[in-house]
């Protein structure tokens, strides 16, 4: 019989450790695995490839400046880093560069299942696509990426966003049917033009 | 404000998709609402294409990297322990006991790399070697098992070192096959510039949450050292034997493909197979993964996911990642699950002491038990209605980490 218990630690709870201690391995290995999902998220919400490269590269050097100022996360690495980089973002375009989107909420067509409005959501190209996401405002961006590019759950966003999960909800209501609005903007000028 | 049912039954749609469900799965949880749902769903679809291409991705963290790396260097420098004094003591007297006691060396076959336990399974296999005088069948057997183990930890999305040999299977730019395996050989990495198609090499690297394996050091194995392995050449899937008792002396054949064609010591330029690898890109487009040796276990009413994988011996985390699942409390009864083999859980009274951080037994809402419709795939496939508001999340100690506002 073996009595020893041996503490489990996940094993990104172990490399944030090494990190803080100052391992230089273990922070490589840490921007190894999260560079990918940071980075998408500043891509989506920054036109410019090598402004998002950028913006990026201060994520993770805030990063590596945290582990040496002992102020860095010991969990949930994850939401701390979504968080920086939603901080870095802002403060590139001010916090309130924005087109509304009001009176959507109701917004609520009848849609039968070949409507052209999926058809033509369903034939959208990438470039469309983010052309359309960068009409919102920087909330619905940040909650549309999130919930549907990254797959976090609504706690995890709300989280990072600093809201309540009810009002996370809302937002991304109204943010889809935003994006929907510009969508909509978008295949008017195809047909028109 | 819109109804509240719709905009409930959209993040719950949200949920589904994000555990792999199609828009159509959704729509027939609420056919009211459909009309209503699809367009919205669709252009969230639309967002998850528009993920950035991998390729750029690949290219923006290689120019990223130079800078974290001097960032990281600005850092003090003290150099991570790898095995304290004191660890490796109480780890040696540890195997003296596992030997001694025989059947409880099973306890650490199971673990893999990055694992406490992990330390002792590949000393056990050296004290078998040692004893065997290096058999060659044994050395063949203990080379498969490390590329099914990180296997495994990939499939976990587990981010630790790893050490492996086999035969360089393809090269394309930093995209390398090796032993079967998608290995990252990023620039510098002293004397891989040299390695060709076709040699045999040991690898020292490490993987990441991302599932990605990346090398650190490469060398080529210089046959005139060591004894030529069999080598466990193009070993596709490797079915270790993962809950097996280990064979004594009479080591198991290993499935010795037939001899690879021998490569001449003038390296015509082998036909390059080009990986399909896309390395950085899964990192959400997660698909559950049946480890192998990994069985279907069904929910039971009471089941938490952290009193399953406690008694599984695996973190939640890993749980949570083979399975595709973003939240811990969103389980139900009647869900499927891939688990390692082991007990049944305990049944309501007694938690499992195990070494699993304590966790709030989440509630199980064994709503709309499945009609057993499901395949295969464990049944990520009935999300439960909405279980959102002030659910707090499991890591309730994320807090005052947010110091960073400007």
Known sequence: ?193 | MADQDLLNAFDNCINRLAFGQTVDDCLRAYPQYAPALRPMLEAGLAIRRARVNAAETTQAQVRVRARVEMAARAAPTRTAYPLRPLAALAAALLIVFLVVSGGAVTLAQNSLPGDPLYSIKRLTENVRLTISENNPALQAEFAARRIGEIQQVLAFGRATDVDFAGKVEAISGADWVVAGLPLRVPENIPGAAEIRTGDEVEINAYTTSTRTLIAREIHLTEPSEREPLPTPTPVPTRSIATSTPLPTATATPVPTNTPPPSWTPTRTPTPTRTPTITPTSSATDCVPFQPQGWEVYTIQAGDTLSALAAIRGITLDELMRVNCLTNPRLIFAGQRLYLPPGPPPPRPTAQPTTAVPAQPTAPIEDINPPPGDNNPPPGNDNVPGDNTNDNHDDDNDNDNDDDDDD
């Open chain 1, 1 to 193: 019989m073996i009595l020893i218990v041996l503490p489990d630690i996940p094993a990104e709870d172990r490399l944030l450790a090494q990190a803080r201690q100052g391992s230089q391995d273990a922070m490589m290995q840490i921007y190894e695995s999260y560079f990918s999902p940071i980075y998408n998220f500043i891509r989506l919400r920054v036109d410019d490839q090598h402004m998002a490269e950028d913006l990026a590269s201060e994520v993770f050097i805030k990063l590596m400046s945290a582990f040496r100022s002992h102020t860095a996360p010991h969990h949930s690495l994850r939401g701390w880093l979504f968080r920086v980089a939603r901080n870095i973002i802002h403060d590139h375009y001010g916090r309130a560069r924005q087109l509304t989107t009001e009176a959507l909420e109701e917004w609520m067509p009848e849609s039968p299942d070949n409507d052209p409005e999926v058809q033509f959501m369903r034939a959208l190209d990438i470039e469309r696509t983010r052309h359309a996401l960068r009409t919102l405002s920087a909330e619905q961006q940040e909650v549309l990426i999130l919930r549907f590019g990254q797959m976090l759950s609504l706690e995890e966003t709300a989280d990072i966003m600093g809201k309540k999960v009810g009002a996370v909800k809302s937002l991304q209501f109204r943010a889809i049917n935003a994006l929907r609005q510009a969508f909509g903007e978008l295949r008017m000028e195809t047909e028109n033009g």
